[in-house]
């Protein structure tokens, strides 16, 4: 049995943060452990309230599950403040913990601010360059190379203008686009384009979720990067395809559609 850790917020809604982290586990037939960072007021409307745990308490979360069952891969979501997220890289390396993929959570599909200011520098400097692969989404990327992105030609700038700071892959989801949903894989040397049509459903709420967590669960189960996130996109297609319609804003995906 393979084991994968989520690292993340909550929703109550179960559409997106660990909730919907450890349904995409399910659905990849490994063992889903969650490490909470924040309990999040959410639900296909918006972001209503945010309570971060402590560094404390997050230390002991940590203790009670690299020191009892050791995870494959992890995913790390929401890390809304900076302490906690030195704590996480902290942790990270006292455990010497392997197959890390940083979904660089900053603002929900809702559009709620979900990382506070000071703590985007620690993310930048700190957790990202521990990571085996980032999947930032278009808005994530312009705020992380601050530059305006509208085309395929400004991905691959902004996936080089992350490269001069950061070894590891890069994941550009080109979902936010509405006559495709290409994404640009940045491996090695090599620019991968994963091309998909636009698919048309308003119910988005959990992609970027959803979509780390599967390639850290193709990760765990022993695939390379490049077919754990290609095998990622096709999950993530499917449950978009799936059509589940539930609640009255953006809803969630149907994590279990493979099943």
């Not at 709620?112 to 278009?138: C, F, G």
């Not at 959803?210 to 990760?219: E, Q, V």
């Not at 765990?220 to 996130?229: E, K, M």
Request: include cysteine.
């Amino acid at each position: 049995m393979r084991k994968v850790l989520t690292i993340a917020g909550t929703d109550p809604t179960g559409g997106a943060g660990a909730q919907a982290d450890l349904k995409t586990f399910m659905a990849h037939k490994v063992y889903g452990m969650s490490i909470i960072t924040a309990l999040v007021a959410q639900n296909t409307l918006g972001v209503q309230d945010i309570m971060n745990v402590t560094p404390h308490f997050l230390e002991k979360q940590f203790t009670c599950v690299f020191e009892d069952i050791y995870p494959d891969a992890i995913k790390i979501g929401m890390v809304s403040e900076t302490e906690l997220i030195y704590k996480i890289v902290e942790q990270l390396k006292k455990y010497h913990a392997k197959n890390i993929v940083v979904d660089p959570v900053m603002v929900s599909t809702s559009g709620s601010r979900l990382l506070e200011d000071s703590a985007l520098a620690a993310l930048k400097e700190e957790l990202i360059p521990l990571a085996n692969i980032i999947t930032p989404n278009i808005p994530e990327a312009e705020v992380l190379t601050n530059i305006s992105i509208k085309s395929t030609d400004d991905m691959l700038k902004a996936a080089q203008l992350i490269r001069q700071w950061y070894q590891g892959d890069i994941l550009m989801k080109g979902g936010h686009f509405s006559e495709h949903a290409n994404d640009l894989l940045y491996h090695g040397n090599e620019m991968i384009w994963l091309k998909c049509e636009h698919i048309d459903n308003p119910n988005t709420h959990g992609t970027g979720c959803t979509l780390s967590s599967a390639i850290a669960s193709n990760l765990a189960l022993g695939y390379d990067i490049v077919t754990s996130v290609q095998k990622a996109k096709e999950y993530i297609t499917g449950a978009l395809k799936d059509g589940l319609d539930l609640g009255r804003g953006s809803g969630p995906l149907n994590h279990c559609w493979n099943l």
